[in-house]
């Protein structure tokens, strides 16, 4: 199944978009852009923690498994599986301990849905980082999939630096400081850009995003 297309103010977000010199031409060479959502709240969330550091592929074999881990998508049912079981579904020690974390920032109400989605961008992405294992990037993507937020740019991203030193002929990627001052141009849909940037990026090098892989 496909993803559906941008809702209309997405569209047209992108359509000015498209005038800019960074983004001209991406859907047409690339297709019209996939409009790719994830589930808001604790699986949101843990999904993202689930992309931390590694390639599409690999995140979503990890998903899959963990997704069909009994409760594993609840606070509750996760804290519940042990370390053995979650290492089984293929989370490193370092993941385990992070979603163990959300869990717990959930279970506890440290982190609480409707707070969350009341908050400013700024604001949000400052009390999902107070959890621990939890960075800015974890925070911006699921800003950006789970909340749809319009305004923000997942700076610290490999491929969206890659996408765009291609786009502008820089022999090297622009590292993360760099790149969010220059997304401050694309204000206010630095969201749309980034999501452009992606969809360039995979057109460039057939890789899939996460969620072409869907689970079972």
Known sequence: MQP????????????????????AGIEAAAGPL?????????PGLLQAIMGQQISNQAAAAIWRRLAALPGALTPAGLLALDEETLRGAGLSRPKVSHARSLATA???GVLDDARIAAM???????????????????????????????DV????????????AHRRGLAERPPTAELRQISTAWTPY???????LWHHWRFLTGRPAMDDLPLP
Do not use: K
């Not at 498209?18 to 983004?23: I, S």
């Not at 996939?34 to 604790?42: A, D, M």
């Open 4 to 23: 559906p297309a941008p809702p209309p103010e997405a569209r047209a977000g992108l359509d000015r978009l498209a005038a800019h010199p960074d983004f």
């Open 120 to 150: 400013a961008d700024d604001a949000a992405i400052a009390a999902i980082c107070a959890v621990r294992g939890l960075g800015p990037w974890t925070a911006e993507v699921y800003l950006l999939f789970a909340l749809e937020r319009q």
């Open 34 to 42: 996939p409009w790719r959502r994830r589930t808001p709240g604790f």
């Open 153 to 164: 740019f997942p700076a610290g991203d490999i491929a969206l630096a890659g996408a765009l």
């Open 106 to 108: 959930y279970a506890e």
């Open 190 to 196: 630095r969201s749309l850009a980034a999501r452009l």
